[in-house]
T-cell receptor
Framework: AQSVAQPEDQVNVAEGNPLTVKCTYS??????LFWYVQYPNRGLQFLLK??????LVKGSYGFEAEFNKSQTSFHLKKPSALVSDSALYFC?????????????FGAGTRLAVHP | KAGVTQTPRYLIKTRGQQVTLSCSPI?????VSWYQQTPGQGLQFLFE???????NKGNFPGRFSGRQFSNSRSEMNVSTLELGDSALYLC??????????????FGEGSRLTVL
């Protein structure tokens, strides 16, 4: 079965420090991987995606993620955290062939950036 | 360009009633997906419609149904409401064609409370 794991419920980091939010996945077929962010009482906003090609993907707001096929991981990173990055982050996967827009989401990781 | 619009934003129903939620996708988007978000189960895929046809379906009972109209607007219906149906229901749209990569644009959701 297709699945996504985000092993940390919460990540705490000081402003200006680098951050990492972890994600591992399991799919049959070729994975398409995504990171979304959710602010309180709002829908999800797309951050970045990996479809194919370069394993390091750059996205919105200075975030990037590295696809590691052997470790089936897709960790989200940012070199210098901002207080405004505090939010709920979701990793998601779909697959080809056949997954289309059936995204399987992880449980989410709450990122808290402290001044 | 207008985003994904969901109506109503908030609603309260009682057990046994039914509810219909509406979603207007971004202009030009032909795929509409629905997700349920709860604190306990997280984000779960309900179904996806593309060009008025259901393309994928999640593991929800038959009380949950949907449809898509020729203008790509979509509705989902939940009949015989149960307390556990209380959730944030998120609609997402995408281009959805052959080049579809699962990048979704989410609305802000319809928050359903079942009493």
């Amino acid at each position: 079965a297709q699945s996504v794991a985000q092993p940390e419920d919460q990540v705490n980091v000081a402003e200006g420090n680098p951050l990492t939010v972890k994600c591992t996945y399991s799919v049959s077929g070729n994975p398409y991987l995504f990171w979304y962010v959710q602010y309180p009482n709002r829908g999800l906003q797309f951050l970045l995606k990996y479809i194919t090609g370069d394993n390091l993907v750059k996205g919105s707001y200075g975030f990037e993620a590295e696809f590691n096929k052997s470790q089936t991981s897709f960790h989200l990173k940012k070199p210098s955290a901002l207080v405004s990055d505090s939010a709920l982050y979701f990793c998601a996967v779909t697959w080809t062939p056949g997954g289309y827009n059936k995204l399987i989401f992880g449980a989410g990781t709450r990122l808290a950036v402290h001044p | 360009k207008a985003g994904v619009t969901q109506t109503p934003r908030y609603l309260i129903k009682t057990r046994g009633q039914q509810v219909t939620l509406s979603c207007s996708p971004i202009s030009g988007h032909r795929s509409v997906s629905w997700y349920q978000q709860t604190p306990g189960q997280g984000l779960q895929f309900l179904f996806e419609y593309f060009s008025e046809t259901q393309r994928n379906k999640g593991n929800f009972p038959g009380r949950f149904s949907g449809r898509q109209f020729s203008n790509s607007r979509s509705e989902m219906n939940v009949s015989t409401l149960e307390l556990g149906d209380s959730a944030l229901y998120l609609c997402a749209s995408s281009l959805g064609g052959d080049g579809n990569t699962g990048e979704l644009f989410f609305g802000e959701g319809s928050r359903l409370t079942v009493l």
